[in-house]
């Protein structure tokens, strides 16, 4: 059986003038994620980013270190527009700190979910480009593969949320505890894509364990 890894990218700017790169600490994030790669001399067999710099950021700092062959882009796995939702919602959301950010942008990516408000991107059309995107990598995930993704986290919550439930419900509750940087392993055999490992931050010490 072939597997995927989906990879959150690490720590992204929050509060600077570029949200879409990583921070000093999402680089030791993506670095210490690579290292732990080379010391298990583990590498993917076939790599994957989405099309946000963030993303790519982490996939070089990681891939670089066990020497890997580059990735392909598929923007299908990028993040949904969380500064565009909440904004739609309370337009001074920017302006807030963190916590109060985060606090309006769950409030918002429920009336995104349900439909209700004006949004660039609807939650239906988040949910088929990230399945599609999905099943791409599914395709190259057979017997012995090992496909990395290097993506966000709500990209991964929707495709755990459809792995277990079939459906989206699980969406917000997993969206809420992906770890910057962390790993989440999907086997791909003859029954189909089952959860291995969700989260998984060992490689990380305490002090690079961040959710936003």
């Not at 680089?27 to 963030?54: H, I, K």
């Amino acid at each position: 059986m072939g597997s995927i890894h989906l990879i959150r990218h690490g720590q992204a700017s929050f509060g600077a003038e570029n949200y879409d790169q990583l921070s000093t600490l999402g680089y030791s994030q993506a670095v210490a994620l690579g290292n732990a790669w080379e010391a298990g001399a583990w590498e993917p067999t076939y790599s994957l980013a989405g099309s946000l710099q963030r993303h790519a950021q982490t996939a070089i700092s990681a891939l670089d270190i066990v020497e890997g062959d580059g990735y392909d882009v598929d923007g299908g796995w990028d993040e949904y527009d969380h500064i565009g939702i909440a904004s739609a919602v309370n337009p001074d959301s920017s302006a807030l700190d963190a916590r109060g950010f985060q606090a309006v942008l769950n409030k918002a990516l429920t009336a995104w979910r349900r439909g209700e408000g004006d949004f660039d991107e609807s939650f239906d059309d988040f949910r088929s480009r990230v399945l599609g995107a999905f099943d791409a990598a599914l395709a190259q995930a057979g017997k012995g593969q090992r496909v990395a993704v290097f993506t966000s986290g709500g990209p991964i919550a929707l495709v755990l949320s459809h792995v277990l439930s079939g459906s989206d419900e699980l969406f917000q509750s997993i969206n809420d505890v992906i770890i910057n940087a962390s790993l989440t392993t999907i086997i791909n055999g003859s029954t189909g894509p089952r959860l291995l490992s969700f989260n998984e931050h060992t490689h990380l010490p305490p002090d690079l364990v961040t959710f936003r």
